[in-house]
């Protein structure tokens, strides 16, 4: 369609743009195939608009689509608290990517905390995680590749056929992965949607480090992200005092084949 017959059919540059920057504050993020077919128009003319809005500072571009500049944090997130665990859990996980040239991330609180490590590298990095992607946009160095898709509700994880088709296009050389359990056979996390984009990562990553709260040690959750005999390392941290954590799962894990750390807070 011509810019002439969309301005016809009531879809000028003007009320496009609109349309677009409507659609992002409803749903967070905007897919260029889908609303170039909503709008009529091609999907060529769909990227310029979103290179304008780009430039304007009033979305942030993505494989495929366009996010909200400032993305809502999830209640996720919110629900959250980051303990002093979590922040030697980070630490160490950046220290793993030291030699990487491209990492993929996954996970919320935790993923922002790693990218935090990462932001004075020279690196790719590739995610689904908004508050990873917040962290990082004006990073100097890093390459910054943002997979696209809709947002899960209550999270701030992009999810999703363009999601997953995303994660498919790069091959990083680590992966870090948050999950939800890990057990001597799998890696899983409570929502299929979430594991379907994290086992594409993992799936193209040369080498694949997760991390897994300690509650999470020998628990197998809804939806599987891959194997744990694939895995180099996986890092849980030592609970709160009135919990425990499971060596007898943790010695599972570890006879799997992965090397098992277990980060104490500083």
Known sequence: MSGQQARQS????AERLNAILDRISGMGSVAVS???EELG???ATVRRDLDHLSDQQLVARTHGGALAHHA??????RRNAVLPQHTAVAELLAARCASAHAVGITGESLGELIAGHLAGRRL??????LDVAARLKTADGVDLVVTGGTRRAGTSLLVGHLAEQAAASYQVDVAVVVCEGVTETSLSVADSAVAGVAGQIIARARSVVVACP??????ARFASVGSTSDVAEVVTWLPDEDDSLNREALDAVADAGPLVTVVEAK
Request: hydrophobic share 35%; proline share 4%.
């Open 10 to 13: 009531g879809h000028g540059r």
């Open 34 to 36: 889908e609303m170039a």
């Open 41 to 43: 128009v091609s999907e």
């Open 72 to 77: 809502e944090v999830g209640t996720r997130r």
């Open 124 to 129: 790719a990095v590739l995610t689904n995680a």
């Open 214 to 219: 300690p509650e999470g040690i020998g628990v």
